[in-house]
């Protein structure tokens, strides 16, 4: 799936705003492939995979697009 940034804290986490979809999606910088968390900024398109867990659906191999 495809989408851009949308929220990063300095916790190490952020949201991702999908396309077509109205619920951003939580991301943890564990989940992160090929790039950085200091490396991402708000915009940047990337790319995911969704996955279910206990407190939801989240991003997984995230990479820039």
């Given at each position: 799936?495809?989408?851009?940034?949308?929220?990063?804290?300095?916790?190490?986490?952020?949201?991702?705003?999908?396309?077509?979809?109205?619920?951003?999606?939580?991301?943890?910088?564990?989940?992160?492939?090929?790039?950085?968390?200091?490396?991402?900024?708000?915009?940047?398109?990337?790319?995911?995979?969704?996955?279910?867990?206990e407190k939801g659906p989240s991003a997984k191999n995230v990479?820039?697009?």
């Amino acid at each position: 799936m495809t989408g851009t940034i949308k929220k990063l804290t300095d916790k190490g986490f952020g949201f991702i705003a999908r396309e077509g979809e109205d619920k951003d999606l939580f991301f943890h910088s564990k989940d992160l492939s090929g790039v950085m968390f200091d490396e991402l900024k708000v915009g940047d398109a990337v790319t995911f995979e969704v996955v279910d867990t206990e407190k939801g659906p989240s991003a997984k191999n995230v990479a820039r697009a």
